[in-house]
């Protein structure tokens, strides 16, 4: 089973900033990438997506204008920049993946990583 591989989570301040990478172990690249997150005692919500060819991208109104979504090609590596950070985005981000294009899930997911952010 292929894994998806996240890094980039931390503890950061207020306005702070923090980038996370998600790519394939293999190396490989899917059709669809997602990142959501999940905090404590509520459900796992969309925060963004992009397709890999044509890039083009949805945020969920909460992060929009604040966090982008990205791909590097070189790299099969897909990005969250999330900037202008608020306590509330405090949650663990999983990346997600799926190959087929025409779909709405995603068979791939990573392990998640940790974001914190202060007041």
């Known amino acids: 089973q292929e894994q998806l591989v996240e890094s980039g989570g931390g503890l950061v301040q207020a306005g702070g900033s923090l980038r996370l990478s998600c790519a394939a172990a293999s190396g490989r690249t899917f059709s669809r990438y997602a990142w959501f997150r999940q905090a404590p005692g509520k459900e796992r919500e969309l925060v963004a997506r992009?397709?890999?060819?044509?890039?083009?991208?949805y945020y969920a109104d909460s992060v929009k204008g604040r966090f982008t979504i990205s791909r590097d090609n070189a790299k099969s590596t897909v990005y969250l920049q999330m900037n202008t950070l608020k306590p509330e985005d405090t949650a663990v981000y999983y990346c997600?993946?799926?190959?087929?294009?025409?779909?709405?899930?995603?068979?791939?997911w990573g392990q998640g990583t940790q974001v914190t952010v202060s007041s």
């Open positions: 997600a993946a799926d190959p087929r294009s025409a779909r709405s899930g995603y068979d791939y």
């Open positions: 992009l397709r890999w060819d044509g890039g083009s991208t």
